[in-house]
């Protein structure tokens, strides 16, 4: 566990209700299992009080998509690229640096964390700016970052081969004849890009880890010292470093492997994490690229010699396994001014072979002091956390205290106190091909036979605030969730104005053994009368339906995301009106759903966006009766919602296939005459992703649910509710609760409603 070493930073307030996703509790004696509880498996699992309030930029490494989401797990932004990725930015103007895989193969160099590519894409998803380079000689890989003159600072591996590995004196025998029988260097390369023409760009500094070399196999060869004089030259590498044992890369031409670059604007100095020889190097990047090269100059007088190094005293015979302090790391970073703990250096170390046999990860807070040593500051990870990633990963500050964590491996990110609680927790759903659907866990992935590897691996995640400047101006509207969710059946759920308590069962036949009860939340955020009109939508894209009402005192629609009693959500409408009545409905196709109003009076129709903004261009229908009430559904499966009317005088349905106030693709249909007090109900009650209708008679409390649009009443299913109720009904997906096959024959449901089958009719052409 983490040990607390300092007070954490005020959290900065939120406006807006976190939403935990956690249904209430299902009353009655089934006592059946909430599923979607049980079967999750992706998305956000966590958000609790202490949280730091922002948006977290990730991307699954085998992905072509970079995600931005909330903290309530809702999407707000999103690019696509051509490729998966390894390190992903978000730049100060709102577009992204981002380290992108071009195919196999193009790149010539084919160890694990191969990039090729650098790319800058704006917020509005188009591509400004790439470079690539991956020839015989050099490839990128791994991490490239935005300096603060606008230039890129990236690594790349650096093509040796066997005489001229030899030639450094590197052991013969230490060369892999079953890889490629190379040696890779590291070079570090500062990329001025040519923003004016999209691509390419002028290398203005560079370094090279060959020029900085020791070596105690060939007194005939450069850089030699007497074996027992290497542990005097921590500033320069042992060529014939390389490791061996648990987590060692079998790629052992890949010789340093660098996963991670970092600067210091202050210092001007970098960090790089060498995954092979576990340590953490610092470089002083003040150098002319002709003093990098050498042992002298820049503010250090070191050249390009290591200024200081920390991990394993073995790799330059200072120590031995035992007291080995990383093992294989990643994201070495300083952080970064304003934030608790700023000038340490923060970074995640793997920890795949501990010293003591045992394998477990830690994220170290450290602050360097002589070669080979640190202060560790805080620390968080144990033996018995079950925390573990032995590859990629990462580990970031946040300004108030906390620290957001990514075990890569699994697409785990989740953000802790200081004092080791996890206050957020989120699993990527992207993997290789698609997304993850609510339920299914990500395959997994074999990389160099690393234990516990799955396809939705992500190389690293970063959170920024709300006051960062790449969202200045900008909107940042959650949508819908990543990760997708089976489709589930429409059943009917009541809504009692006098109580402001939602009965929301999960069984199509009527049975109360599975009913979601909502009550008024503890703390209520408005008082509503019971003329506020009751709507039920997917309005966070879940695929699980939301509860909310229509205040026509106040002209905005309260709608309570979670379904926990409490508003998250106020969207006021200009100029709407009280007797205006509520719709709901995926207008576009995209995400969930959006709200409409139907104003009887005008007989028109208006559609808005979950902000209150037009969503669709309104439309008025012929002059029509008041008393007529209006439905939203998908009624030809094409995966939008459009509108429809019911006349209860003449008991007949309107379904439009359009929005658009066009009547070219209308269904119409009457059922036996009815009373006018039945209500219209909208859904999909056999799941094949086409809404029919229904209607309820609150006399006998009634439900009939048909799963035709044709006037049929050959597919039905009828059942009455046990006990009186005064409540009006709503029809949703409470939750993933498999609906039993219940229909009704055409003989018995004569017997109870006196339909007669042989008068429904249905009209593709124009409303009579």
Known sequence: ??????????????????????????????????????????????????????????????????????????????????????????????????????????????????????????????????????????????????????????????????????????????????????????????????????????????????????????????????????????????????????????????????????????????????????????????????????????????????????????????????????????????????????????LFNNGWGRPDGSSWSSVMEIKPTTYGKATTVWSYGSPKAGFFSPIISGAQRQPNGNTLICEGVKGNVFEVTPAGKTVWRYVSPDIVGGTLTQGASAPPLNVSGTPGVFTNLTFRALKYTASSPAFAGRTLTPGKLVEKYPTFFSTVGFYDPSSRVWSLNHHAD???????????????????????????????????????????????????FNNDGVADSVVPITGAKAWWQPIAGNWDGVGGDDLGLYDPVSHTFRFYTLQGTQASAPFVTPALPANWRPLAGDWNGDGKDTVGLYDPLGHTFYLNDKIDGSISALTIFKTPKIPATWVPLAGDWNGDKKDTVGLYDPATRTVYLNNRIDGSITNLVVYSLPVSITATPVAGNWGSFPQPKAAVSPTLLAAAVSFDPTKPKTSLSVRP
């Open 510 to 560: 009527g049975t109360s053994t599975a009913v979601t009860q909502v009550k008024p939340g503890i703390a209520p955020q408005v008082s509503l009368t019971a003329a506020a009109l009751p709507l039920a939508g997917d309005f966070d894209g879940d695929g699980v339906t939301s509860t909310g009402v229509y205040d026509g005192v106040a002209g905005s629609f309260r709608l309570d």
């Open 1 to 346: 566990m983490a040990t607390p070493t300092r007070a954490a930073c005020s959290r900065m307030k939120s406006t807006r209700k976190p939403s935990r996703r956690v249904r209430p509790a299902l009353a009655g004696v089934e006592l059946l299992e909430s599923r979607l509880a049980l079967a999750q498996t992706v998305g956000l699992f966590v958000n609790a009080p202490g949280a730091q309030e922002g948006y977290t930029l990730f991307n699954a490494t085998l992905s072509p998509k970079t995600h931005l989401i909330d903290t309530n797990g809702q999407e707000v932004h999103a690019w696509t690229s051509t490729g998966g990725t390894t390190a992903v930015y978000l730049q100060e103007d709102g577009s992204i640096l981002r380290n992108t895989m071009i195919p196999p193969a193009q790149r010539v160099f084919g160890s694990n964390g191969s990039t090729g590519k650098i790319e800058i894409i704006d917020w509005n998803n188009k591509p400004v700016w790439s470079y690539t380079l991956a020839d015989s000689r050099y490839q990128l890989h791994h991490d490239a970052i935005r300096l603060p003159n606008g230039n890129v600072l990236a690594i790349a591996w650096e093509r040796f081969s066997r005489a001229e590995a030899i030639a450094m004196g590197r052991n013969p025998a230490r060369l892999n004849p079953a890889t490629n029988n190379e040696l890779w260097g590291e070079a570090i390369l500062e990329i001025k890009p040519d923003l004016e023409k999209g691509t390419g760009g002028t290398i203005v500094w560079e370094w090279h880890l060959t020029d900085h070399l020791v070596q105690s196999f060939d007194a005939g060869k450069p850089n030699y010292v007497r074996p027992q004089d290497l542990a005097k030259y921590p500033h320069r590498v042992n060529v014939n470093f390389v490791p061996t044992g648990l987590g060692a890369d079998t790629h052992i031409a890949d010789w340093a492997h660098f996963n991670a670059i970092a600067y210091n604007a202050k210092t001007d100095q970098i960090l790089v994490s060498t995954r092979e020889f576990s340590e953490v190097w610092m470089i002083d990047h003040s150098t002319t690229t002709a003093q990098a090269a050498g042992s002298t100059g820049g503010k250090s007088g070191k050249g390009g010699d290591l200024v200081w190094r920390y991990g394993n005293l073995q790799t330059w015979n200072a120590g031995t396994a035992a007291n080995q302090q990383l093992q294989w790391q990643h994201n070495i970073q300083w952080i970064a001014d304003g934030l608790p703990g700023a000038g340490n250096l923060l």
